[in-house]
Nanobody, 127 residues
Framework: QVQLVESGGGLVQAGGSLRLSCAAS????????MGWFRQAPGKEREFVATVSRSGTNTKYAASVKGRFTISRDNTKNTVYLQMNTLRPDDTAVYYC????????????????????WGQGTQVTVSS
């Protein structure tokens, strides 16, 4: 099991940028597939991005592709989400998730595939 703590959320104007961080502790970070999800009020939690154990493979939701970048630093036990050209419909609580997997190349976009979750960080984009 791994403990996850997100940070970096806040209020930003449309067109602006934010970088979210998710610090992991309690286990071997490099053995975990990592993902970012978000949940807006009244909506279900949705996939944003995922990165494989080594950082080689990534996948993005269509709504964020080209604007968001997921990356990880296994030496710092941290995964990042760089968010550019933010839009009001990006407003949500953003959650970091982790799941321990054997294979280096696996990426996961289904929230039910993840065992460990952070507490979330609020991102608000004003128009």
């Amino acid at each position: 099991q791994v403990q996850l703590v997100e940070s970096g959320g806040g209020l930003v104007q449309a067109g602006g940028s934010l970088r979210l961080s998710c610090a992991a502790s309690g286990a071997s970070f490099s053995s975990y597939v990592m993902g970012w999800f978000r949940q807006a009020p009244g909506k279900e939690r949705e996939f944003v991005a995922t990165v494989s154990r080594s950082g080689t493979n990534t996948k993005y939701a269509a709504s964020v592709k080209g604007r968001f970048t997921i990356s990880r630093d296994n030496t710092k036990n941290t995964v990042y989400l760089q968010m550019n050209t933010l839009r009001p419909d990006d407003t949500a609580v953003y959650y970091c998730a982790a799941d321990q997997r054997l294979y280096y190349a696996i990426i996961l976009s289904n929230p039910h595939d993840y065992d460990d979750w952070g507490q979330g960080t609020q991102v608000t984009v004003s128009s």
